[in-house]
Nanobody, 122 residues
């Protein structure tokens, strides 16, 4: 059973930074493309970023490009999301997910974490 657990969320002021972490157990993350998604109240879950299994290729949503950075540590079985220059519209529950292949679509992902809340206050 593959389990994903996010951490690192919290309350931050506009312009601040947070680093989210996703710890994976049950299988090595080198078998998966790893993505981050987010969901704000009353909105659909939206793609944030994905990193391929090899870790050499990433794809970002336009809304976070240049501000967020995804990385993976296959040895530690963890994925990270560094979020800088945070804006109020970044407020959401952030989810880590694992898929066989890189995708921007939630339906492509087989495993999900429980989410971590990020709140950006102005």
């Amino acid at each position: 059973q593959v389990q994903l657990v996010e951490s690192g969320g919290g309350l931050v002021q506009v312009g601040g930074s947070l680093r989210l972490s996703c710890a994976v157990s049950g299988r090595t993350i080198s078998s998966y493309a790893m993505g981050w998604f987010r969901q704000a109240p009353g909105k659909e879950r939206e793609f944030v970023v994905v990193i391929k299994r090899s870790g050499g290729s990433t794809s970002y949503a336009d809304s976070v490009k240049g501000r967020f950075t995804i990385s993976r540590d296959n040895a530690k079985n963890r994925v990270y999301l560094q979020m800088n220059s945070l804006k109020p519209e970044d407020t959401a529950v952030y989810y880590c997910a694992a898929a066989k292949y890189s995708s921007r679509f939630p339906r492509a992902y087989d495993y999900w974490g429980q989410g971590t809340q990020v709140t950006v206050s102005s």
